[in-house]
Nanobody
Framework: QVQLVESGGGLVQAGGSLRLSCAAS????????MSWYRQAPGKQRNLVAT???????NYADSVQGRFTISRASAKNTVYLQMNSLKPEDTAVYYC???????????????WGQGTQVTVSS
């Protein structure tokens, strides 16, 4: 069984910073891409940032230059450093990982439970 557990969400004023973490645990052979998504109330879940196993990153236009995604592969952990936060960044942030399980050697899409980020104006 593979689990993703997020942490680091909270309430911050506009212009502030937060750092999200997501740790994968369980029967893991390897992890391909790791990503962060977010979902605001009444809206669809959207991709925020992705980092591949090679360290290549990609960002949504709305967070480019403000957010930084990184990963510690040895720890099966991905981070999202969020700077210059805006009220429109308020959402539940979800971790996603393409995990190859150790038992069957198959890649499956895994999600964390989500962590709330609220940015006040």
């Amino acid at each position: 069984q593979v689990q993703l557990v997020e942490s680091g969400g909270g309430l911050v004023q506009a212009g502030g910073s937060l750092r999200l973490s997501c740790a994968a645990s369980g029967s893991i052979l390897s992890i391909n891409a790791m990503s962060w998504y977010r979902q605001a109330p009444g809206k669809q879940r959207n991709l925020v940032a992705t980092v591949t196993s090679y360290g290549r990153t990609n960002y949504a236009d709305s967070v480019q230059g403000r957010f930084t995604i990184s990963r510690a592969s040895a720890k099966n952990t991905v981070y999202l450093q969020m700077n210059s936060l805006k009220p429109e960044d308020t959402a539940v942030y979800y971790c996603n990982a393409d995990v190859v399980d150790a038992q069957w050697g198959r890649a499956t899409d895994r999600w964390g439970q989500g962590t709330q980020v609220t940015v006040s104006s």
